[in-house]
């Protein structure tokens, strides 16, 4: 009974997506428990509860000063895991759901928007970038690009994602000339600087260097469209509201993304061919191996992907 009183610290801990996904469950515990007390631990993505009015002040990074003495020897620590969620390994729920599971147990249920504070700077960098771009590329469209899945290797030459999350880089030339003939500026968001010289495009493509993920989520919040793969940007698109074009391959649309939500276009490329990858469960090679190919694109599938961004009906 002692321990069932406790006060609890969550360890959260993975990419920047899994964080952001974990707010809207957090939000929840803390209007719907009695647990008044209970703190936030971030092994990454701290960033993304700041100015949160009910979690900012709750919320720690892993190497905060005399953390373990002030804030966890008096609490239950519960380290968080939604892979391990049974709806979620099953396609029952969202990664955001599989939290909400996880921390406050009242099963599959809708959840709201994360909530993301962004200060007024970081608001008006977003606006400043995405207006100096227009300028110089004398384009009235912007069109933030995400590429690549954290999985990305640059070995050799080529980009290589091993959990087959990204859009192929062959694919990425095309599709950004396809854009740029559709008058869109882009704006390419990607961990590591391409050699935009070799894609052929009649345009600059953009690469802001140097922003942190909260004035990434203002400059998508700027832009026209968001268009990218199963990875942080899609989240942060989410949040900000900013219409979005998602490619999924390896992954489920319902685990990784938001297919109920009106503003997102979702293409499956691997609907009929795809099977559950267990991470974090456990290591299946054999599932990696089959979904090698299974984000190339036919010139059709570009092309549908570039209706699907415009907003056109398709059959």
Sequence with gaps: MENMERSKAFFINGGAGRVICSVPAFELYEQESTDKDFIIVCE??????????????????????NLFKDQLVNRSIVSLEPYRIWEYYNQKCSLSQAFDIEINNKGIRDLPKPTLKLSKHELLLGR???????????KQK???????????????GSF???????????????????????????????EMKLDTSTFGCKDNIAQPENLNLRQWAAVIKQSNHFFG????????????????????????PINVSYPKEKTFNILD???????????????????????????????????????AILGKKQK
């Excluded at 990454?44 to 000063?65: M, N, S, V």
């Excluded at 400043?128 to 590329?137: A, F, G, N, V, Y």
């Design 44 to 65: 990454g993505g701290t960033e993304f509860f700041k100015g949160h009015p009910a979690l900012d002040h709750r919320t720690y990074d892993i190497w905060h000063k």
């Design 128 to 138: 400043q970038l995405t207006s100096e771009i227009k300028k110089t590329l004398n």
């Design 142 to 156: 912007i069109i933030v690009v995400q590429p690549f899945g954290r999985g990305i290797e640059h070995i050799d």
């Design 160 to 190: 290589v994602d091993s959990t087959s999350r990204s859009i192929e880089y062959a694919d990425l030339k095309s599709l950004i000339k396809k854009l740029q003939d559709k008058h869109f500026a882009v704006i390419l968001m990607s």
């Design 229 to 252: 793969c199963d990875s942080l940007g899609q989240h942060l698109a989410y949040a900000v509201s900013c219409p979005s074009t998602v490619v999924i391959g390896s992954t489920f």
């Design 269 to 307: 490329l691997g609907e009929f061919q795809r099977e559950y990858s267990p991470i974090r469960i456990t290591m299946d090679e054999r599932i990696d191996r089959k979904h090698e190919t299974i984000m190339a694109m036919t010139p059709e599938i570009q092309d549908y992907t570039i209706n």
